[in-house]
T-cell receptor, first 109, second 116 residues
Framework: GIQVEQSPPDLILQEGANSTLRCNFSDSVNNLQWFHQNPWGQLINLFYIPSGTKQNGRLSATTVATERYSLLYISSSQTTDSGVYFCAVDPTGNTPLVFGKGTRLSVIA | GAVVSQHPSWVICKSGTSVKIECRSLDFQATTMFWYRQFPKQSLMLMATSNEGSKATYEQGVEKDKFLINHASLTLSTLTVTSAHPEDSSFYIC????????????FGPGTRLTVL
């Protein structure tokens, strides 16, 4: 099956810093989503981005489908950004998402 | 729109008892729902695919007789953990796809199960 690799596994940032999280996937996909899992376990959908670039406030994401990777940018990080960021892909658009192992982000004041 | 709820949000039970977890799509119809399990500090792992009106499809290594899934309507899927044991303690999360559409999957808030 499709493989999803995320890097880095752990990241510690000073408040106000910028960061880039990467997601590599081994095959073409019809769906790619970025999630933030908060301390209570809730998965917050950040982006649905099988290709192209999207921005939402301090967050933006770019997926280069032909090269099989996606990037999540966090600018001016805040302590509330802490948590685990997951990239998940679906090869067909109607099948279960395959999750990467996540990037655990800690933003310190 | 596209809200998925789960009930209960957390449950503590004794070993040997059965626990039912509900997953509902509140404002859309979902012909397909998925059940995931997440152990502490790990990623989400798919357990099964639940299709309305048909039997669920289980991933390799998931016991179908232990984790009973029923998708009785276009807005409700249930997961029953039968004869629960401490090793079943985990965070269970469901997701749903809008019927007739490809694309974004919507996730419930999860259910934390602790078996004593």
């Amino acid at each position: 099956g499709i493989q999803v690799e995320q890097s880095p596994p752990d990241l510690i940032l000073q408040e106000g810093a910028n960061s880039t999280l990467r997601c590599n996937f081994s095959d073409s996909v019809n769906n790619l989503q970025w999630f933030h899992q908060n301390p209570w376990g809730q998965l917050i959908n950040l982006f649905y981005i099988p290709s192209g670039t999207k921005q939402n406030g301090r967050l933006s994401a770019t997926t280069v489908a032909t090269e099989r990777y996606s990037l999540l940018y966090i600018s001016s990080s805040q302590t509330t950004d802490s948590g685990v960021y997951f990239c998940a892909v679906d090869p067909t658009g109607n099948t279960p998402l395959v999750f990467g192992k996540g990037t655990r982000l800690s933003v310190i004041a | 729109g596209a809200v998925v709820s789960q009930h209960p949000s957390w449950v503590i039970c004794k070993s040997g008892t059965s626990v039912k977890i509900e997953c509902r799509s509140l404002d859309f119809q979902a012909t397909t729902m998925f059940w995931y399990r997440q152990f502490p500090k790990q990623s989400l792992m798919l357990m099964a695919t639940s299709n309305e009106g048909s039997k669920a499809t289980y991933e390799q290594g998931v016991e179908k007789d232990k984790f009973l899934i029923n998708h009785a309507s276009l807005t409700l899927s249930t997961l029953t953990v039968t004869s629960a044991h401490p090793e079943d303690s985990s965070f269970y999360i469901c997701s749903a796809i809008l019927a007739g559409a490809l694309g974004t999957q919507y996730f419930g808030p999860g259910t934390r199960l602790t078996v004593l």
